[in-house]
């Protein structure tokens, strides 16, 4: 496994040590064995769409829960019954657990199970006190403070 040096990056960022924090957590997760399989789409300048195939799943299977900026998606198949007999099982039906990270201000909006594609929409609200302002540059002598 490659392990990369993020201390260069400190001396031209400032507050931004949580992000290679988490860049050095997800590089070592190790065990991600890559079920169910997913995509990450962009919905909109401030929208995000997961997509997991999570064929066999019905939605009482199924569990999405965000906390602070994780997000979990679980999946408990219910007990199949013991009288079938498989000649080939190409089809996973084993439980899961996916997590992902999310940014700052990033919402779970929605969830909605169709055609065995389970889709979670996400939002990125930003409060208006961390939208960007502008400054005033004003002449005269700067203010001392002590």
């Known amino acids: 496994m490659r392990t990369f040096d993020y201390s260069p990056f400190y001396r031209a960022t400032v507050g931004f040590d949580r992000v290679f924090d988490l860049l050095d957590s997800v590089a070592s997760q190790n065990g991600s064995n890559g ?83 389970l889709t979670i929409e996400l939002q990125r609200e930003i409060p208006e006190e961390k939208k960007p302002r502008a400054i005033p540059v004003t002449a005269g002598q700067p203010a001392l403070t002590h």
């Open 35 to 117: 079920y169910p399989p997913y995509n990450i789409e962009k919905a909109g300048d401030n929208a995000y769409r997961i997509v997991m195939a999570v064929a066999g799943f019905a939605e009482a299977e199924l569990n999405v829960t965000q906390k602070e900026n994780e997000l979990l998606v679980t999946g408990q198949t219910a007990n199949a019954p013991e009288d079938k007999q498989y000649l080939y099982r190409g089809i996973a039906g084993r439980n899961f657990e996916r997590r992902f990270q999310l940014a700052d201000h990033v919402k779970v909006i929605g969830a909605k199970l169709a055609n065995g594609l």
